[in-house]
């Protein structure tokens, strides 16, 4: 069992930048590709950024492109998601997940765990 704590969250205005972590006990996340999803009110769980087990490969939807980047610290069992120049509709609740295998996906329904979300609020 892996257990995920997001943390890092907050009310920010546009343009600014936050550093949202994930940090994982019990067991290592291993080889376990990681992805961070978002989901705002009223709307469906959408995929955001994918991190490899080593770290080598990432992925991201294309409305972070070029914004946000993944990153892992497989050491401190933790992964972070540096998001940049945000913008109003980044607003949701972001969730890091651990994927069943080394590569990540973007369909939530390939990840087994969760954690409980942080919010990010962006202001115009």
């Known amino acids: 069992q892996v257990q995920l704590v997001e943390s890092g969250g907050g009310l920010v205005q546009a343009g600014d930048s936050l550093r949202l972590s994930c940090a994982a006990s019990?067991?290592?996340?291993?080889?376990?590709?990681m992805g961070w999803f978002c989901q705002a009110p009223g709307k469906e769980r959408q995929f955001v950024a994918a991190?490899?087990?080593?770290?080598?490969?990432?992925n991201y939807a294309d409305s972070v492109k070029g914004r946000f980047t993944i990153s892992r610290d497989n050491a401190k069992n933790t992964v972070y998601l540096q998001m940049n120049s945000l913008k109003p509709e980044d607003t949701a609740v972001y969730y890091c997940?651990?994927?069943?295998?080394?590569?990540?996906?973007?369909?939530?329904?390939?990840?087994?765990?969760w954690g409980q979300g942080t919010q990010v609020t962006v202001s115009s």
């Open positions: 019990g067991r290592t996340l291993g080889r376990r590709a």
């Open positions: 997940a651990a994927h069943r295998t080394i590569y990540g996906g973007t369909d939530p329904y390939e990840y087994e765990y």
């Open positions: 991190i490899s087990w080593r770290g080598g490969t990432t």
